[in-house]
């Protein structure tokens, strides 16, 4: 190296194939698109998750509603962002062609553990509208230059709590129907449990 020639001061950006592969963290906080359900299924998640507590003494709280919410496509890292790719990103929901539909939240079970514990999840039976709106939010990145910095979803799903139990998959009894009317990009900060919602689809 000459002598005279000088070290970039910081590092250059990871390429995407990289970035997708990097788990969130400090300084990695996920944008992504989601179904946010709030406290819409509050009566009914209580009334399932009692009885899991006794039977499988389930020790930890349920997640607070604010931040309850079902995963459909993700951007990448908000400090990795820039305005311009979120540009895209509206832009792409923008085109989705979304009509209201219905899903039948019919499982319960554990993913595999994290630090924090297990995450006991709802799964839907079938997850076919929900990828049908990915397809059209990822696609709609792609065809606009920008290439979505996460992978993509392998199962739909709305976290409940994260425990250390494990809990084998469960068909319910009555499954829990969740009507989805639109869906939202989002911020997630980070180790705080605090989303910021970035704006809302349909729009008008």
Not at 6 to 14: D, N, S
């Amino acid at each position: 190296m000459a002598a005279n020639a000088q070290l970039p001061l910081f590092p250059p950006a990871p390429p995407p194939e990289l970035m997708r592969r990097l788990p969130p963290g400090p300084g990695r906080d996920p944008v992504f698109f989601a179904v946010l359900v709030g406290a819409v299924l509050d009566r009914e998640i209580e009334a399932l998750i009692e009885p899991e507590r006794q039977r499988r003494k389930l020790s930890s709280p349920l997640l607070g509603s604010s931040t309850r919410h079902v995963s459909v496509a993700g951007v990448g890292y908000h400090q990795q962002l820039a305005i311009e790719d979120l540009g895209v990103a509206w832009a792409a929901a923008d085109g989705v062609a979304f009509a209201p539909f219905d899903i039948a939240l019919s499982h319960l079970m554990t993913f595999k553990p994290r630090p924090r514990g297990a995450p006991l999840v709802l799964v839907p039976d079938d997850s076919a509208p929900l990828a049908e709106l990915e397809r059209q939010l990822r696609w709609g990145m792609l065809e606009r230059g920008f290439e979505p910095r996460s992978m993509p979803v392998t199962r739909f799903h709305m976290t409940l709590l994260y425990d250390q139990v494990q809990v084998p998959s469960t068909r319910l009894a009555k499954p829990l129907i969740l009507r989805i009317d639109g869906f939202a990009p989002v911020r997630s900060h980070f180790g705080q449990g605090r989303y910021d919602v970035l704006g809302t689809w349909p729009t008008g």
